[in-house]
């Protein structure tokens, strides 16, 4: 399996402060690959070095061993949390906008189907729910059939009914054969969904293996309990 994206000493320094600290990884192709850590382990700072948005103190990221640059930007789906979405229409037209972008875009009834979205198309968007905004904002992320998907914290403030069902599309999509980065808070979600995982705190990378092997080595191999609340964080 190669790798689809690799980051080799990537620094991000805010004045004085080192928010992440020369971190090496790579992501081989077609898995789930999550980011862990605490609230300030700079989990956001890599993710959004690696999709363009900040640019890294130091530091290489490649795609398909190549340098990342705006060539790659339709190939990456992200699903940024703060997207605001158009209001006074509907999901189903908001597809259609998006969609409009681009010159060979996802079929619609394959967007629907991935992101569970029949049940709300005619749905105006101010009135979607938590976890029916993170199905839309997955949908829209899907539409330019990117090779590999970002998803930043997805699940956070879900109740855990739709937390489950985010994980659902997002196996989903990964057996379509998309590579996924996950970051979050959650190590049962890291637990289901990611194949390899690297934990971050102050700015570095503590560990970088497999769940089960982790969960081995800090947990005697025991299956961290989904809790009713969702709040399992590490
Ligand atoms: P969370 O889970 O709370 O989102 P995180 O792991 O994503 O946390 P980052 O948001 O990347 O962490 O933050 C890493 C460090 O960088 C923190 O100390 C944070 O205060 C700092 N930081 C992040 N963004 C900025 C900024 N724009 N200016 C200054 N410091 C920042």
Redesign the pocket.
């Known amino acids: 399996m190669s790798d689809i994206m690799t980051i080799r000493g990537l620094t991000k320094d805010?004045?004085t402060?080192r928010?992440v600290d020369s971190i090496d990884f790579s992501i081989p192709e077609g898995i789930c690959f999550g980011l862990l850590?605490?609230?300030?382990?700079?989990?956001?700072?890599?993710i959004e070095m690696m999709e363009g948005i900040l640019t890294p103190t130091a530091g290489q990221i490649t795609f398909r061993g190549k340098e990342l640059d705006t060539r790659f930007r339709e190939r990456i789906g992200i699903q940024f949390q703060s997207t605001a979405l158009p209001e006074f229409i509907t999901v189903r037209e908001t597809l259609e906008l998006f969609s409009a972008f681009y010159p060979n875009p996802r079929p619609m009834d394959e967007v629907i189907r991935l992101c569970s979205l029949e049940d709300i198309l005619e749905q105006d968007n101010r009135k979607l729910s938590g976890g029916q905004r993170q199905r839309m904002l997955l949908g829209l992320a899907i539409i330019p059939k990117p090779e590999m998907i970002f998803l930043d914290?997805p699940t956070t403030g879900l109740d855990p009914q739709a937390r489950r069902n985010f994980w659902d599309l997002i196996q989903g999509i990964k057996k379509e054969k998309t590579t996924i980065l996950l970051?979050t808070?959650y190590m049962d979600e890291a637990q289901i969904l990611c194949d390899q995982i690297a934990i971050?705190d102050h700015?570095k990378v503590l560990e970088l293996d497999t769940p089960q092997r982790l969960l081995a080595k800090h947990f005697d191999g025991a299956l961290v309990r989904i809790p009713r609340e969702g709040n399992s964080t590490i």
């Open positions: 805010y004045g402060i928010a850590g605490p609230n300030g382990a700079g989990k956001t700072t890599t914290e970051t808070h971050m700015g």
